[in-house]
């Protein structure tokens, strides 16, 4: 079992460009949830998919999007890319999340660069 | 809101020593509690938890109770390896926004042979 695997591992952008992170969930999970975590920070939640659809979206701004496939694998969509974005982004799966007890397993991450 | 506070590290300690790492929560709701680590290098991986109230959860020696009357889920072990070094993360999740996983801001532990 693979777990959850993330691409690229880290990416180096210029502000005001546009990137896309990739998540591939643990065989048999469904769900997909984003995180972004700065430096020395926690991880905080941008968003879940469940069933092709945005389940539940933390605060972030639009210009944080995302999309699950019919394969529950998904990609983290960010544009207009500030320097502030520059962050370790996790992605976490699990089957069905919509109970508190259903575990997460997160993938090592993509260190985001925005230079 | 709902948030979690713990205590700042950097956290040094000498191998075998005992170790605690304090982290208080508000709820506007009944969690369930976690400690996640971050081991370098790797991704976050549970660690234990507790979903009610003095619940204790377990995981390779160390442990940490759902304390509902001080809002508290301090982990604890009693003898620390140099293996130990890690960042963890206490967090919560809430029943009613179950999808959302609210983290604190790591306590950075380092062990010394």
């Known amino acids: 079992d693979a777990g959850v695997t993330q691409s690229p591992t880290h990416l180096i952008k210029t502000r005001g460009q546009q990137v896309t992170l990739r998540c591939s969930p643990k065989s048999g999970h469904d769900t997909v949830s984003w995180y972004q975590q700065a430096l020395g920070q926690g991880p905080q939640f941008i968003f879940q998919y469940y069933e092709e659809e945005e389940r539940q979206r933390g605060n972030f701004p639009d210009r944080f999007s995302g999309h699950q496939f019919p394969n529950y694998s998904s990609e983290l969509n960010v544009n207009a890319l500030l320097l502030g974005d520059s962050a370790l982004y996790l992605c976490a799966s699990s089957q069905d999340a919509g109970t508190v007890n259903t575990e997460a397993f997160f993938g090592q991450g993509t260190r985001l660069t925005v230079v | 809101g709902n948030s979690v506070t713990q205590m700042e590290g950097p956290v040094t300690l000498s191998e075998e020593a005992f170790l605690t790492i304090n982290c208080t929560y508000t709820a506007t709701g009944y969690p369930s509690l976690f400690w996640y680590v971050q081991y370098p290098g790797e991704g976050l991986q549970l660690l234990l938890k507790?979903?009610?109230?003095?619940d204790k959860g377990s995981n390779k020696g160390f442990e940490a109770t759902y304390r509902k009357e001080t809002t508290s889920f301090h982990l604890e072990k009693g003898s620390v390896q140099v293996s130990d070094s890690a960042v963890y993360f206490c967090a919560l999740r809430l029943y009613s926004s179950a999808s959302k996983i609210i983290f604190g801001s790591g306590t950075r532990l380092s062990i010394r042979p």
């Open positions: 507790a979903t009610k109230a003095d």
